[in-house]
C-alpha cells in the first residue's frame, strides 16, 4: 500500500472535495482518500499509480500546483457544482 500526497490547485469549497473524492474512490487501486481544502492537498492511500491520479485530478480541474490554466479554472468550477448536487 503507498500513501500519494498531491498538492493541487482550485479546491474552493465541499462541493469540490466531494467531487474529488468521489472521482478517485472509482479508480482501481484507490481504497481512501482524504482532503485538506486549506492546503488544497489530496491523500490517497492504496496501490494506484501516482500518474493515473494526478491525471484524473487534472481532468476534473484540480491539476498539481504550477499546472494550473483558465481551463482548469472552468472545469474546477463544473465539478464543484456537481459535487455540490451530490
Aim: with cysteine.
Amino acid at each position: 500500500m503507498m500513501i500519494h500526497n498531491i498538492a493541487v490547485e482550485n479546491i474552493k469549497c465541499g462541493g469540490c472535495v466531494s467531487s474529488i473524492k468521489n472521482a478517485l474512490l472509482k479508480i482501481d487501486g484507490v481504497q481512501n482518500v482524504n482532503i485538506d481544502k486549506d492546503t488544497e492537498t489530496v491523500t490517497i492511500d492504496g496501490t494506484a499509480e501516482k500518474t493515473i491520479l494526478v491525471q484524473a485530478l487534472s481532468k476534473m480541474g484540480y491539476p498539481e500546483k504550477g499546472n494550473n490554466d483558465l481551463l482548469k479554472k472552468a472545469k474546477s468550477y463544473v465539478s464543484c457544482a456537481i459535487g455540490k448536487m451530490n
